[in-house]
């Protein structure tokens, strides 16, 4: 979805200023994106079918509400998507330079939109809104804008858009990075880090704040039980601290080792230096999330992830700003090493959100526990658990194979010769 | 909605199920690759759009199928998976090795989904072990005899399978006819025509086998007699391709093949109703009325649903249309 923004981006400013490098560069990137969707499609349509097959009382149960944005995603974004693919992909020729940029912006909103409705899902079930209860337990909807406009979605959408922006914006970055430091191709090496850097930088910021920030407030508000297990907060206080480090002691109802900003949780989730806070002592222990230690190192990586990425990103923007980046071969190396770093803090992103909300698997409404298919059994569920690991361990070494391929083939060959194309007196 | 499914990937699980035995250089193999390229993940988004409505619209009906349907579902999956990346990967090296191995996965993949897609249906006509909670869980085979023991796998589910491969290897070989030229075009059509016989044979036995174990069948039949002209229709459609294979009209033989499906689903669908998912024992069974979701969900759905459905019928237009008439291999096309 990151990439699908910035070949998007990179496909205007082609359009605008008559660049064919520019759609050169786009079609480069169409190739990964065409690889990545692939895999993207193949491993998504088990996630519409596991809530049938493993979680039936669950859809039984909601599936009047939440079938409803997943049937949506199918209708709408799927088709959208895949229309304009083939289309993409494999029709420039055919469709000249306007027609092809309609082509990839449609593919863009199809692949957006399909996030909307997939986080709408998710933050029905982290926020319940716009129901009723029926006569046999089951949940009825009664409002389809306060389905599709929950508050929570707007802001958690923002948040793991964001974080898809960023993916690609490190991705472009680290290619671009790896373009000049082996001495190859270095003016798309310098396109892919301008582009990278300047929308990266642009996003790890609005991540952090409004939609981090607006993420936090929101759990605050209506699931203190998770901010407070995030937060290693074991102890209700007034001006709580922040912890930075700490392995959480749950036993012992305390963090080892902890290194703290005092006050900074009180200011970050009320605004006031000494506001109360809630900890886990506050509430029943059967209303705690049952794996604390992960889902603190899960919401620790993610934020300590998306620090690194503000700094990264900021001072390359800075970097460039001063006409020192592609000289700067400290700043490409830490650019291209970080290149797993954004999978990994999206990761613990939803680690966070999913382990945070448990024990529940509807907020309020139903606990995990009870949200499961009754007839099918554990030996079941690891013959397809085991089978998908493994099927998914290859797909993965595929697509590994194919995108680092891609890179090393690299972009059509520019018409005019390397040294000149580096000329600062030519325009870029 | 599966109706549709089954028309439009058919045809591609078909060109898979047949892709060896009518394509016999690399350059035939790229043709039945790049006839399918561009429109094979819109039409397997029918089967996701069809489950996304089925979730909101029955939900209980999900729920029950879905996990009492476990195994088979997840093998499904592993098969699409596979079926995908086959696809879309096997261009993408020029390699002795990297192709044949995914022109392999491409068959075989195609071929045992259309197995299972039969398969499927089959067990849903025939009924499944529902009890008074809503649920099922069958065994994936017992032991293929004649008698009560069944299975999702049994003598009459992989009869259907068959049945359904052999009709999809004929659909896809029509896709294949039209859209191909040269030895591929005539191989095609040379399938297609020997499939034909075999469609005609199974379903009549087919036909025969489900009346007599699937009483809803004849009663809906006898009390809507207006019912018939779905399987009129379908019957219509199977003497259609004959004619028209032979006048090598080859848009019109695949439209009647299209015909035949059209009117066979829909036959099942009106021999079962109300059920949507018979049970053994038919106080359980679950039907349109107690398997639906609250009226507000299901009028609001039915509002985007048709809009949803409008924009996808311009779209798919659009694509097919840009990609009509017959393939050509280059360098720009999905081959």
């Known amino acids: 979805m990151g990439l699908g923004l910035l070949i998007v981006i990179l496909k205007s400013i082609a359009l605008r200023t008559g660049d064919e490098h520019f759609s050169r560069a786009a079609r480069f990137w169409a190739k990964i994106f065409g690889i990545n969707f692939a895999i993207g499609v193949v491993t998504g349509i088990p996630m519409e079918f596991q809530f049938g097959t493993n979680w039936a009382e669950f859809s039984k149960a909601a599936g009047g509400v939440i079938g409803q944005t997943l049937a949506m995603e199918g209708v709408f974004s799927f088709f959208l998507e895949s229309t304009f693919l083939g289309l993409f992909l494999y029709g420039e020729k055919k469709l000249g330079r306007v027609g092809h940029w309609w082509a990839a912006f449609l593919v863009f909103v199809g692949s957006w939109l399909s996030g909307y409705f997939i986080v709408a899902t998710d933050a029905w079930m982290q926020h319940p809104v716009g129901y009723q209860l029926g006569a046999h337990h089951e949940i009825e909807l009664t409002s389809f804008w306060g389905l599709l406009l929950n508050k929570w979605a707007l802001w958690q959408y923002a948040h793991t858009m964001l974080g898809a922006v960023q993916t690609g914006c490190f991705v472009m970055a680290a290619v671009g990075a790896f373009y000049i430091l082996s001495h190859r191709d270095p003016f798309y090496g310098r396109t892919f880090l301008k582009i990278g850097v300047l929308v990266g930088a642009l996003a790890a910021l609005l991540q952090l704040s409004p939609s981090g920030d607006m993420q936090g407030k929101m759990i605050t508000q209506y699931q203190p039980t998770t901010l407070a297990a995030m937060e290693g907060l074991f102890e209700s206080q007034d001006g709580a601290p922040l912890a930075i480090l700490g392995q959480p002691n749950v036993a012992k109802r305390t963090l080892d080792n902890p290194l703290v900003v005092p006050n900074m949780l009180s200011f970050l989730t009320y605004k006031k230096w000494t506001a109360h806070v809630q900890g886990l002592n506050d509430f029943p222990e059967d209303q705690w999330p049952d794996k604390i230690e992960l889902l603190y190192f899960s919401y620790h990586v993610m934020v300590g992830l998306g620090t690194m990425f503000i700094a990264i990103m900021v001072l390359s923007a800075f970097l460039l700003w001063r006409k020192k980046l592609f000289e700067a071969r400290w700043m490409l190396w830490v650019i291209m090493l970080s290149v797993p770093l954004p999978y990994i803090a999206n990761t613990a992103g939803w680690l966070t959100a999913e382990l945070g909300r448990q024990p529940w698997l509807i907020y309020g409404l139903m606990r995990t526990a009870h949200g499961f298919s009754p007839r099918v059994n554990a030996g079941n569920a690891w013959f397809t658990l085991i089978g998908f690991m493994g099927l998914y361990t290859v797909l993965a070494i595929l697509w590994l194979f194919l995108v680092y391929r891609e890179i090393e083939i690299g972009p059509e060959p520019e018409a005019r010769p390397a040294a000149e194309a580096l000329d600062p007196s030519v325009a870029a | ?335």
């Not at chain 2, 993940?41 to 996990?67: C, K, M």
């Not at chain 2, 039949?221 to 259609?240: D, E, M, S």
């Open chain 2, 1 to 335: 909605m599966v109706a549709l499914y089954v028309l439009l990937d058919g045809f591609d699980l078909g060109a898979g199920a047949v892709h060896f035995l009518v394509a016999r250089t690399e350059e035939e193999r790229r043709q039945v690759i790049a006839s399918i390229g561009p429109v094979w993940d819109g039409n397997e988004v029918w089967l996701l759009a069809a489950g996304g409505t089925l979730y909101f619209a029955f939900p209980a009906l999900y729920a029950s199928s879905f996990s009492g349907f476990y195994l088979p579902l997840m093998m499904v999956l592993w098969l699409l998976i596979l079926r995908g990346t086959s696809i879309e990967f096997r261009n993408h090296i020029k390699s002795p090795i990297w192709i044949p191995f995914w022109d392999f996965f491409f068959s075989i993949s195609s071929l045992l989904l259309a197995i299972f897609f039969g398969a499927a249906l089959a067990n849903v006509v025939r009924g499944v072990p529902l009890d008074q909670s809503g649920y099922f869980f069958e065994p994936l085979w017992t032991n293929f005899r004649l008698g009560d023991q069944i299975g999702i796998l049994d003598w009459y589910t992989i009869l259907v399978g068959v049945q359904a491969l052999l009709v999809l290897m004929m659909h896809g070989s029509l896709w294949l006819q039209w859209k191909t030229n040269g030895a591929l075009n005539q191989r095609a059509a040379r399938l297609a025509g020997w499939c034909w016989w075999g469609v005609l044979v199974l379903t009549a036995l087919v036909t025969a086998i489900t009346f007599s174990i699937q009483p809803q069948a004849s009663l809906n039949f006898k009390t809507w007699p207006l019912g018939y002209i779905l399987p009129v229709i379908a019957i219509a459609g199977l003497a259609g391709v004959q004619i028209e294979l032979r006048r090598k009209n080859e848009r019109d033989a695949f439209l009647s093949s299209c015909a035949y499906l059209l009117g066979m689903l829909t036959s099942v669908v009106f021999g079962v109703y109300p059920m949507v998912l018979p049970a053994r024992n038919p106080i359980y069974s679950l039907t349109v009325h107690n398997a639906k979701a609250g009226d507000y969900g299901l009028k609001v759905g039915l509002a985007w649903w048709l809009i949803g459905m409008a924009l996808a019928a311009f779209y798919f237009t659009h694509v097919y249309r840009s990609f009509a008439g017959k393939v050509s291999v280059d360098s720009t096309s999905h081959g």
